[in-house]
C-alpha cells in the first residue's frame, strides 16, 4: 500500500510561484508512475500533469504547459509541481496520485493523496 502526502499549498497572488512535494511511504515510489490533478470547486477534476517512472517521460496539460514543471527524485521518494506565473484559474485543490500505468487518465492511478490547496488571487 502506498501512502501519499502533499505539502507546499497556500496562497499566492498572481503572477507567483509555489512548489508542491508529494512524499511517499510504505513502498518504493520507483515502481510507479506519478502525477498531480487537480480540482476546482464545481469543477471535475483534471490533470496537471504525468512522469513516468524514470522521470524521462512528462507530460503537461495545455493550460499549465510552459508554466509548470513536474520533477521526481526516488531516492527521496517525492514528486515535485513547480509552479509559476500562476493565474487566478489555476486555484484547485492539487493531488498527487500513483499507478502502474503512465497515463492522463484518472482511473490509471490506484493511490491517492488527500491534496493541498493552492489559491491565486488577481
Known amino acids: 500500500q502506498v501512502q501519499l502526502v502533499e505539502s507546499g499549498g497556500g496562497l499566492v497572488q498572481a503572477g507567483g510561484s509555489l512548489r508542491l512535494s508529494c512524499v511517499g511511504s510504505?513502498?518504493?515510489?520507483?515502481?510507479?508512475?506519478l502525477a498531480w490533478f487537480r480540482q476546482a470547486p464545481g469543477k471535475s477534476r483534471e490533470l496537471v500533469g504525468a512522469?513516468?517512472?524514470?522521470?524521462?517521460?512528462?507530460y503537461y496539460a495545455p493550460s499549465v504547459n510552459g508554466r509548470f514543471t513536474i520533477s521526481r527524485n526516488n531516492t527521496e521518494n517525492t514528486m515535485y509541481l513547480q509552479m509559476n506565473s500562476l493565474k487566478p484559474e489555476d486555484t484547485a485543490v492539487y493531488c498527487c496520485?500513483?499507478?502502474?500505468?503512465?497515463?492522463?487518465?484518472?482511473?490509471?492511478?490506484?493511490?491517492w493523496g488527500q491534496g493541498t490547496q493552492v489559491t491565486v488571487s488577481s
Open positions: 496520485a500513483a499507478g502502474s500505468r503512465y497515463s492522463s487518465r484518472v482511473n490509471d492511478y490506484n493511490y
Open positions: 510504505g513502498h518504493t515510489l520507483r515502481n510507479y508512475a
Open positions: 512522469i513516468s517512472w524514470l522521470g524521462g517521460d512528462r
